[in-house]
């Protein structure tokens, strides 16, 4: 904890600070995973509309590049990461000892 006089409110605002910032990083990766699930409904429906024509198949290769690339699953790490820094930064203004 920081010593000296408002040393205390200094690291309650650098907390509320970081908690702030989370939250707006939490909601930024909610939005690119509502935009990836509705990605991945379009290439669905386009792949599955083409396969019933029996058409041309670059609708089915992209969504298996989309599903390949596994987007979900870095979105989901992406989010762990977000959490485990902010815990990591809020116990380094907090000094707390193991």
Known sequence: MVEGKGGRDYAVDWKRRVKAAE???LDLHAEAVSHLE???RAKKFAAERVFR???NNAEAAELQRFE???PF???AMGRTSIQIGVMELIRAISQ???
């Open 68 to 70: 390949k690339a596994e």
């Open 23 to 25: 939250k707006a990083l």
């Open 73 to 75: 699953k870095w979105a």
């Open 96 to 98: 707390q000892s193991s």
């Open 53 to 55: 024509r029996h058409d």
């Open 38 to 40: 509705a990605e991945h």
